[in-house]
């Protein structure tokens, strides 16, 4: 039983830690920005995966080739 409970905690913990990286997928992107809402929707959509999985780098300009990647998406 004491197995039973641990197995259901840890997957709740698991869980809840995939939920918290989901609504701030990108750690430079404050919640309290302009563009946050947008950002995280494209990310939970697969539009957008960021620089290097963590970061966004909102300021940098991006390619031709990553702009046609977004649109084909």
Same mark, same amino acid.
């Given at each position: ?10 997957? *709740? ?10 609504? =701030?997928?990108? @750690? !430079?992107?404050?919640? !309290? @920005?302009?563009?946050?809402? @947008? ?5 939970? @959509? ?5 620089? !290097?999985? *963590?970061?966004?780098?909102? !300021? +940098? =300009?991006?390619? +031709? ?9």
């Amino acid at each position: 039983m004491k197995k039973k409970i641990l197995a259901v905690l840890a997957a *709740t913990m698991a869980v809840g830690a995939t939920c918290a990286f989901a609504a =701030n997928p990108f @750690s !430079d992107v404050p919640a !309290d @920005s302009w563009a946050y809402q @947008s950002v995280v929707t494209l990310a939970e @959509s697969g539009i957008i995966q960021g620089v !290097d999985g *963590t970061h966004f780098e909102g !300021d +940098r =300009n991006i390619t +031709r080739y990553e702009a046609a990647e977004i649109v084909a998406k």
